[in-house]
């Protein structure tokens, strides 16, 4: 069993920046390849970004792209969201998730992950 605990959340003007981190509790974290996800309200979960097992390959949202990053940091358990530049369409929960694979790709698809965090609320304000 993997527990995800996400942390860094908060509320933040339009332009500013957070870091949101992902801590894992598994000992084989580096055969983790991890994504984040977010949820607004009435909306459905969607893609933020996603890395894979080495760090290696990074995949991104277009509505991130080049604001966000995505790294990770395999001898502390831990993922890193980097947001800049943030907007008020970034408000949502955001939720780290796990899936044990070893590829070159990083996971996109949220049915592909089998542990995800308790999310933590991002609030931009306009």
């Known amino acids: 069993q993997v527990q995800l605990v996400e942390s860094g959340g908060g509320l933040v003007q339009a332009g500013g920046s957070l870091r949101l981190s992902c801590a894992a509790s598994?000992?084989?974290?580096?055969?983790?390849?991890m994504g984040w996800f977010r949820q607004a309200p009435g909306k459905e979960r969607e893609f933020v970004a996603a890395i894979n097992w080495s760090g290696g390959n990074t995949d991104y949202a277009d509505s991130v792209k080049g604001r966000f990053t995505l790294s990770r940091d395999n001898a502390k358990n831990t993922v890193y969201l980097q947001m800049n530049s943030l907007k008020p369409e970034d408000t949502a929960v955001y939720y780290c998730?796990?899936?044990?694979?070893?590829?070159?790709?990083?996971?996109?698809?949220?049915?592909?992950?089998?542990?995800w965090g308790q999310g933590t609320q991002v609030t931009v304000s306009s």
């Open positions: 598994v000992r084989t974290f580096s055969t983790y390849a």
């Open positions: 998730a796990a899936v044990f694979l070893q590829t070159l790709r990083p996971v996109k698809f949220p049915g592909a992950y089998d542990y």
